[in-house]
């Protein structure tokens, strides 16, 4: 065996390699979406009812 030490890597993924900003890996992409779908659903009667009554709790 060599006891020569491999150089270390000097790059920090895509932005070294593309030289300019990094690129999202294609899973955070498609996390961004579902994330973005679950935002723009309307919110549930039932749900804003609820946050109503903790908004106004009833007076005694």
């Keep these: 065996m060599s006891n ?7 790059t920090t993924g895509a932005r070294a390699r593309t030289g ?3 690129r999202s890996p294609e899973w955070a992409t498609g996390l961004r979406r579902l994330y973005d779908s679950v935002v723009e659903e309307p919110l ?6 609820l946050l ?3 908004d106004n709790p009833p007076h005694d």
């Design 52 to 54: 109503d009554q903790l």
């Design 4 to 10: 020569e030490k491999k150089p270390m890597k000097t």
């Design 44 to 49: 549930p009667d039932s749900f804003a009812q």
């Design 20 to 22: 300019g900003k990094a």
